[in-house]
């Protein structure tokens, strides 16, 4: 068995972040005015590829722009960015990366992260252009007004997005069906941990250490 435990909370994968033109969405999720999608990654990444795997269920019902995602490792709060220890949503409180259940224990969790992020997206987007949020969709980067066909992007909405004071329950019913994945179970390009960074401090996978009782 092997156990992993983050440490380094400010650590970034990808371009540096401007926090200045940086606006949170969630607890999850903060949107830049140039595009960049920011995802929380709570768990440990050891080469096991759980920084990808986490962040692909928010990206996926938020419908972010794969492209245009970066991932940071969440801070160390377990009462916010826990899992569960078993299917559905109750019992977070564990930032534990053990027993290949990070998917698994996360996976309601993210999904519902992601719903709520996309929610408070059309919100903004639903005052800013007066018009009733049933009549707004999204795509992956944008919200699209159905009836004009009219779009903004996610770094415009970052220009002027307020999360609301109570994140509201998404009910399962609207969370994307599996018929309409674009990023889950498809050959979705994989981050890792800033490589760069891992060379001068010479440090190694935890699934590569050997200790001294394994032969």
């Given at each position: 068995?092997?156990?992993?435990?983050g440490?380094?909370?400010?650590?970034?994968?990808?371009?540096?972040?401007?926090?200045?033109q940086?606006?949170?969405?969630?607890?999850?999720?903060?949107?830049?005015?140039?595009?960049?999608?920011?995802?929380?990654?709570?768990?440990a990444?050891?080469?096991?590829?759980?920084?990808t795997?986490?962040a692909?269920?928010?990206?996926?019902?938020?419908?972010?722009?794969?492209?245009?995602?970066?991932?940071?490792?969440?801070p160390?709060?377990?009462?916010?960015?826990?899992?569960?220890?078993?299917?559905?949503?109750?019992?977070?409180?564990?930032?534990?990366?053990?027993?290949?259940a990070?998917?698994?224990?996360?996976?309601?969790?993210?999904?519902?992260?992601?719903?709520?992020?996309?929610?408070?997206?059309?919100l903004?987007?639903?005052?800013?252009?007066?018009?009733p949020?049933?009549?707004?969709?999204?795509?992956?980067?944008?919200?699209?007004?159905?009836?004009?066909?009219k779009?903004?992007?996610?770094?415009?909405?970052?220009?002027?997005?307020?999360?609301?004071?109570?994140?509201?329950?998404?009910?399962?019913?609207q969370?994307?069906?599996?018929?309409?994945?674009?990023?889950?179970?498809?050959?979705?390009?994989?981050?890792?941990?800033?490589?760069?960074?891992m060379?001068?401090?010479?440090?190694p996978?935890?699934?590569?250490s050997?200790i001294?009782?394994?032969?």
């Amino acid at each position: 068995m092997v156990a992993g435990f983050g440490m380094f909370s400010k650590l970034a994968v990808g371009k540096s972040r401007e926090i200045d033109q940086e606006k949170q969405v969630t607890a999850w999720v903060h949107l830049n005015t140039n595009g960049k999608v920011t995802i929380y990654n709570p768990a440990a990444e050891m080469g096991q590829g759980s920084m990808t795997a986490l962040a692909v269920l928010i990206a996926e019902e938020m419908d972010a722009d794969w492209s245009k995602v970066q991932i940071e490792y969440s801070p160390i709060d377990p009462a916010i960015y826990g899992r569960s220890w078993g299917r559905g949503r109750n019992g977070r409180g564990s930032m534990l990366t053990v027993g290949s259940a990070t998917v698994r224990g996360y996976y309601e969790n993210l999904r519902h992260a992601g719903a709520q992020a996309r929610h408070v997206l059309l919100l903004n987007v639903s005052e800013k252009w007066n018009v009733p949020l049933k009549e707004l969709s999204t795509i992956p980067g944008y919200v699209v007004h159905d009836r004009t066909k009219k779009k903004m992007s996610y770094g415009e909405i970052a220009s002027f997005a307020k999360m609301p004071a109570q994140l509201p329950e998404i009910p399962e019913s609207q969370l994307k069906n599996r018929n309409h994945y674009n990023l889950i179970g498809k050959n979705t390009p994989r981050f890792m941990c800033h490589l760069k960074w891992m060379v001068v401090h010479n440090l190694p996978w935890m699934c590569d250490s050997k200790i001294w009782c394994m032969q």
